[in-house]
């Protein structure tokens, strides 16, 4: 550049002589703050400008110490940094090649100043010329090796020192073959020829790391430069240049260098990625971006050099069109440009793409996008049939009507495959539904309520199919019309209502009619007769009349017993029509609410008690009876019969329990006692209690011993060994006697050979002898707690039995009521009760036929002895003694 061949200090008078700088050059004239021009030029290579790029600087002088300025671009589309770099806020299209846009500053004192900047588009060319003298001073230059760099003086004393230009940065082309070491300037000072000046530099590159790139001449002041530089590596260095004079009064400040890499298109643009996967629905329109592909370039990204461009080489396949996709140029973004994608034909795209600096024109590199074609909804879903004429039974509750196919021809198990159904038409009550079945291409239409046939005999339905997402675009969608008839099967009778509750008292007497309880046939097309019988009647207390449904009493019923929960009592009616083919059974439920009534007389819990003759504590007895209120609690009891003369009684404060005591000493023993307990309304029953009546020692109830009673016990010891030896004598005499009785000696017992038994008479047995049953029951008469098994109990009611009645149709009925009653009969013998007997006697003196026993093996005994007893015996001979 020829302007970068001008010395500095020229240049400054020239500057100060053709751009009238707001001040002079002269060493005490007075200065103004200012812009160093009324235009600043910025020419750029391009229209379109991206957010981020640096344009170039506007130089403000302030001369009050300030080293930042405010600055204000009126444009907001430009920023300016504090040191006057215009840089782009977003991007800036030059629609007529130039922007002119206003700049302000404000000095230290707070007054504005305003410049008017200008960016021009010029076509990019290698040279550059100085067109006006400001475009020189604006941009950054390239300084020849011949340039010197004056220090500028200092004033001494109270005078103002001149003013500090700014050096303006060198420009070094990166990649530079030399020769090494190769000068880019001279520092000089004005006193060079006054004085013998030395000269020497810091900061980067020099005496800092990267150290020994940049070196300098200590006397002649020559800056040299090492090596090639690298922008990549360091794209700036800045070097300050000091003087070491010999003349102490002389003073230089320190001269700062700022060395800016010039960057060379070097580095070619390199993929993030390779391949890049993206993917777009077949149903995507003309402009629809769905991917980007992205490449780096280390070189400037701010000059074209490291600006990337982007092209499509190739698409495969070529179908439809060959240019399916389009490709920004600058940032990479695809897009789809010409309709037409079809997933089922083309499912894939694969496009090569160069990524390239220079605008395309520089180094290149390729890269791969494969794009997959995703599913749409391009393909309704179709029934294979569109007609279904089907019979369903009524009553059927979630039975299956019909499945309905359907083929679609998207993707198999994407959302646009898959299917669902609705009801459109004809199911007005709501009794049908349809689902997706396993295979998602079919419904299956079900019942969710019972079908009556009485009251609709067919339906005619309209089914549609979809599928899980909405359609592309309008599509007709496919209906199935199906005929749904409904068939007519028997129905069970139904009782009115499902459960019938009636209250009656619980003692109302045989054949009292309880209620009518009927059901109706829902087959109104057909005349059936129904017939009643009992489904569920526990207790046995119930009878109903097959042709009226009238429901009796046909036994006494009982609140108290277990069959009856919470005072209810639940029967199970059925009714039976008389279908030929299949008759059915309706269940109605008939629940009694049993109003109690005093049927049940009070009793003592209590069976047993232990007291002392003397000095004991009354005996709380409790008492219980199964009515419930009002005909139970508050009791009263009485003594009866001996008892009164020794015991005492007396109510407990709530009159549900009873204390009993002795009133008299009584001998130590046991004792009977029986008491009479009433309830509210004077219902009685007589209760036995064992009393134990003790000679207590102490607090405790515990009965001891009396002298005559130890000694009885001392001496049962010896007496019973007595007796022990009297028996073992006794049986010793027996045996004797036996074995001189018998005329042959007795065989070993396992010698069965001769043991036969001849049993000639072997009587009637108790059956055909007279005996006197009274004697088991010795003693039973002064124990009234004992119920008796040869006497009728007073307190139990004989059942009514049913007379014969005068149809014949009816006698089985009868047989089977009278004889269900003469099972319950507890006035019959032998009576519900415990029974007592006495010693019967002991064991038969005839040995146990245990005894007898026969070997496992036949090989054990020897048989052939039978075959000497006479032909009789020879078979039995041959089946045990015999071979196999």
Same mark, same amino acid.
């Given at each position: 550049m020829a302007c970068a061949r001008i010395v500095l200090l020229g240049v400054i008078i020239f500057l100060c002589q053709v751009m009238v700088l707001p001040c002079g050059y002269a060493e005490e004239s007075t200065c103004t703050p200012g812009f160093e021009s009324e235009l600043f030029v910025f020419k750029v290579h391009r229209d379109h400008l991206h957010m981020g790029k640096r344009l170039g600087r506007v130089i403000f002088s302030n001369y009050y110490g300030r080293t930042r300025t405010h600055f204000q671009s009126v444009d907001k589309r430009f920023d300016v940094n504090t040191d006057g770099t215009v840089m782009l806020q977003r991007q800036v299209t030059l629609h007529e090649g130039q922007k002119v846009f206003s700049v302000h500053a404000w000095d230290s004192s707070g007054k504005k100043h305003t410049v008017s900047v200008k960016v021009e588009h010029i076509h990019h060319h290698k040279g550059h010329h100085m067109d006006t003298v400001m475009n020189i001073y604006s941009q950054e230059k390239e300084l020849p090796s011949d340039q010197v760099l004056t220090f500028?003086?200092?004033?001494?004393? *109270?005078?103002?020192?001149?003013?500090?230009?700014?050096? #303006?940065?060198f420009q070094v082309p990166e990649n530079s073959r030399g020769p090494f070491p190769m000068k880019l300037v001279q520092i000089k000072s004005d006193f060079d020829k006054e004085t013998q000046m030395q000269y020497s530099i810091t900061g980067e590159g020099a005496n800092e790391n990267p150290k020994g790139i940049f070196i300098v001449d200590k006397l002649s002041g020559n800056l040299f430069v090492t090596q090639p530089l690298d922008r990549e590596k360091k794209a700036s260095y800045g070097v300050s240049g000091f003087l070491a004079p010999d003349v102490s009064n002389i003073e230089e400040k320190p001269l700062e260098i700022v060395i800016n890499v010039i960057d060379q298109n070097d580095n070619k643009p390199v993929f993030t990625q390779n391949p890049f996967n993206g993917h777009v629905h077949e149903a995507a329109g003309k402009g629809y971006?769905?991917?980007?592909?992205? *490449?780096?370039?280390?070189?400037?990204?701010?000059?074209?050099?490291?600006?990337?461009? @982007?092209?499509?080489?190739?698409?495969?396949?070529?179908?439809?069109?060959? /240019?399916?996709? @389009?490709? /920004?140029?600058?940032?990479?973004?695809?897009?789809?440009?010409e309709p037409g994608i079809d997933r089922e034909q083309w499912p894939r795209y694969t496009l090569l793409i160069v990524a390239a600096d220079m605008e395309g024109a520089g180094l290149a590199t390729t890269g791969t996008a494969v794009i997959k074609i995703t599913d749409s909804n391009d393909n309704p879903p179709q029934f294979d049939h569109n007609l279904h004429t089907v019979s369903v039974p009524e009553n059927e509750f979630g039975a299956i009507v019909a499945k309905l196919t359907v083929t679609d021809g998207d993707e198999v198990g994407s959302p646009a495959w898959s299917t669902k159904y609705r009801i459109i038409s004809g199911d007005k009550g709501g009794f049908f539904n349809v689902s997706t079945g396993p295979s998602q291409l079919e419904g299956i239409l079900t019942t969710v309520k019972p079908l009556d046939f009485e009251k609709t005999k067919q339906y005619i339905l309209s089914v549609v199919v979809e599928n899980d997402v909405p359609f592309v675009g309008s599509l007709p969608t496919s209906t199935a019309t199906v005929t749904v008839n409904v068939q007519n099967v028997n129905e069970p009778p139904e009782f009115n209502p499902k459960e019938k509750v009636i209250f009656k008292p619980e003692d109302s007497a045989v054949d009292t009619v309880l209620v009518p309880y009927t059901a109706t046939d829902p087959d109104t097309g057909r005349s059936q007769k129904i017939t009643y019988k009992m489904g569920g009647d526990d207790a046995g207390w119930l009878s109903v009349s097959p042709e009226t449904g009238v429901i009796k009493v046909r036994n006494l019923m009982d609140r108290e017993s277990a069959y009856v929960k919470d005072g209810k009592y639940r029967a199970i009616i059925l009714a039976v029509d008389d279908d030929a083919t299949s008759p059915a059974t309706g269940t109605g439920t008939l629940v009694i609410e049993l109003e109690n009534v005093n049927d049940n007389a009070p009793i003592i819990n209590e069976g047993k008690i232990k007291t002392c003759n003397r000095g004991s504590s009354p005996v709380l007895l409790s008492i219980t009876d199964k009515d419930g209120p009002p005909f139970g609690a508050p009791f009263s009891v009485e003594t009866q019969g001996e008892t009164s003369k020794n015991w005492s009684t007396s109510m407990n404060d709530t009159s549900t329990g009873v204390f009993l005591q002795l009133k008299t000493t009584l001998e130590q023993g046991d004792y009977n006692v029986v008491l009479r307990v009433y309830d509210l309304h004077r219902l009685y029953q007589d209760s036995s209690i064992h009393a134990t009546v003790c000679d207590c020692d102490g607090d405790e109830v515990q009965c001891?011993?009396?002298?005559?009673? *130890? %000694?009885?016990? *001392?001496?049962?010891? #010896?007496?019973?060994?007595?007796?022990?030896?009297?028996?073992?004598?006794?049986?010793? %005499?027996?045996?004797?006697?036996?074995?001189?009785?018998?005329?042959? #000696?007795?065989l070993p017992e396992d010698d069965l050979r001769d043991n036969i038994y001849y049993y000639d008479e072997e009587g009637g047995g108790e059956d055909d002898q007279d005996y006197d049953l009274s004697v088991l029951h010795r003693g039973l008469d002064n124990r009234p707690e004992v119920f008796r098994n040869d006497v009728v109990p007073t307190f139990l009611s004989a059942p009514q039995y049913r007379p014969r009645p005068g149809n014949p149709e009816e006698i089985g009925k009868f047989i089977d009521d009278n004889l269900k009653a003469a099972d319950n009969d507890p006035t019959a013998p032998p009576y519900d009760s415990l029974l007592v007997f006495d010693?019967?006697?002991?064991?038969?003196?005839?040995?146990?036929l245990s005894s007898l026993n026969s070997s496992s093996s036949g090989q054990d005994q020897d048989y052939d002895f039978l075959s000497e007893w006479g032909p009789r015996f020879k078979k039995l001979s041959d089946m045990f003694g015999g071979e196999d």
């Open positions: 500028p003086k200092s004033s001494t004393g *109270a005078k103002r020192a001149k003013r500090a230009w700014v050096i #303006p940065p971006e769905f991917m980007t592909v992205t *490449a780096t370039d280390a070189d400037d990204p701010n000059t074209h050099n490291g600006i990337v461009s @982007y092209s499509i080489v190739s698409q495969e396949p070529q179908f439809p069109k060959p /240019n399916m996709f @389009y490709i /920004n140029i600058l940032s990479g973004t695809i897009q789809v440009q001891i011993d009396k002298p005559g009673m *130890a %000694l009885s016990g *001392a001496l049962g010891i #010896p007496g019973a060994i007595l007796v022990l030896l009297l028996l073992v004598l006794l049986l010793l %005499l027996f045996l004797r006697r036996k074995r001189s009785t018998e005329k042959e #000696p007795l010693h019967e006697g002991g064991d038969s003196d005839v040995g146990s």
